[in-house]
């Protein structure tokens, strides 16, 4: 099956630790996002990458890093500069520029204890 | 700055009646717009897009309209049904590689 896969699902994490969270991409799309939502708002855009080897902050890039070293993946680190990491992540891809649908996967909870 | 509104209350209605949800935006001139739907702890699925120049788009019990001048855009589901209940989300885009997603409506249809 095609599709957009996170793993794990819950992530539970002690503050002052880095944790990096998976996504995986089998449907050949250049573009990959990640997005985070907390409840009452919008999904925020994290970083997105175009190609791989290339990304770019998204709005809301302090404390989060990523890298693109395969087109089927895109992991995204939390690290302990998030002020607030305790949200649901999301991550999704697309096969162009931003009218085309965007896949998304399952989506990672993380809270920080 | 950029907004995006969407009616913060549920709606709640009847099995079998027409549905709508509301999607305003400000300081934007989107290219185009997009619906997707969200389940409980899942991830969002996409619905339709509708281009600026499009005022329409139907796809089977979905129907979702395009006021570029009122910047907003009305998303139907007629003759709903209990398994319609979700939260819907409106996204605008630019053409580039961002979208700018609203916090959603949540809707429930009673049986």
């Known amino acids: 099956d095609g599709g957009i896969t996170q793993s794990p699902k819950y992530l539970f994490r002690k503050e002052g630790q880095n944790v990096t969270l998976s996504c995986e991409q089998n449907?050949?799309?250049?573009?990959m996002y990640w997005y985070r939502q907390d409840p009452g708002q919008g999904l925020r855009l994290i970083y997105y990458?175009?190609?791989?080897?290339?990304?770019q902050k998204g709005d809301i890039a302090e404390g989060y890093s990523v890298s693109r070293e395969k087109k089927e993946s895109f992991p995204l680190t939390v690290t302990s500069a998030q002020k607030n990491p305790t949200a649901f992540y999301l991550c999704?891809?697309?096969?162009?520029?931003?009218?085309?649908?965007?896949?998304f996967g399952p989506g990672t909870r993380l809270t920080v204890l | 700055s950029q907004k995006i509104e969407q009616n913060s209350e549920a709606l709640n209605i009847q099995e079998g009646k027409t549905a709508t949800l509301t999607c305003n935006y400000t300081?934007?001139?989107?290219?185009?717009l997009q619906w997707y739907r969200q389940d409980p702890g899942r991830g969002p699925v996409f619905l339709l897009l509708?281009?600026?120049?499009?005022k329409e788009k139907r796809k089977e019990r979905l129907k979702v309209t395009f006021d570029t001048t009122l910047k907003q855009s009305l998303f139907h589901i007629t003759a709903s049904q209990p398994a319609d209940s979700a939260t819907y989300l409106c996204a605008l885009g630019d053409g580039g590689f961002k979208t700018i997603f609203g916090a959603g409506t949540r809707l429930f249809v009673k049986a």
């Open positions: 449907l050949n799309h250049d573009a």
């Open positions: 300081n934007y001139s989107p290219a185009y």
């Open positions: 999704a891809s697309s096969s162009g520029t931003g009218d085309n649908e965007q896949f």
């Open positions: 509708i281009r600026e120049n499009e």
């Open positions: 990458s175009q190609i791989v080897n290339d990304f």
